[in-house]
């Protein structure tokens, strides 16, 4: 059995993150290995419009202040569509791109373990990226229980200061 099969199991911290490219507008792709030389915090999560989803992404943006302190970039990643994520965006006027793992469905997601095939959607998983792109901390929350942001900032301020 596969990481990605596995209900349960995410990748774990050591582990190089799987490098991609998912669409953040209609008409532009963010791929990971742009973002190296700073951390980088990937959130994986069901869907746009549910309320778990909304609470959780909405903390995000209220801690982006504290995720810049360690020049790390969010990017939230779920199954939904490049123009749900903008209208979602727009509505909760977050300050962070959201991917869309849309096509293949779940691709990304399946790469990380964090794809849930029984729903057909993202798992609830939070990945710290280091500098080189090295997972430095990973977690698997229950998709009805928003995880918060202390573990992505402890994890964040581990990370070596350079």
């Given amino acids: 059995m596969s990481t990605s099969d596995s209900p349960d199991a995410i990748l774990p911290a050591g582990t190089q993150a799987p490098d991609f490219s998912l669409n953040a507008t209609p008409d532009q792709a963010l791929a990971l290995h742009e973002l190296r030389g700073r951390p980088v915090v990937l959130v994986f999560y069901p869907a746009d419009w549910s309320p ?82 090295t997972i430095a901390w990973s977690y698997l929350s229950p998709t009805a229980i928003n995880p918060g942001v202390d573990g992505v900032l402890d994890a964040l301020d581990a990370l070596p200061k350079g």
Avoid: M
């Fill in 52 to 133: 778990v989803c909304g609470d959780e992404l909405a903390l995000f943006n209220t801690a982006l202040p504290l995720i810049y302190k360690s020049r790390a970039t969010v990017l939230g990643i779920s199954v939904d569509s490049v123009w749900c994520h903008q209208a979602f965006i727009a509505d909760r006027k977050l300050g962070f791109e959201l991917l869309s793992d849309f096509e293949p469905k779940g691709a990304v997601a399946r790469r990380y373990g964090a794809y849930d095939a029984e729903h057909g959607y993202c798992k609830r998983a939070l990945f710290v990226l280091d500098a080189q792109g």
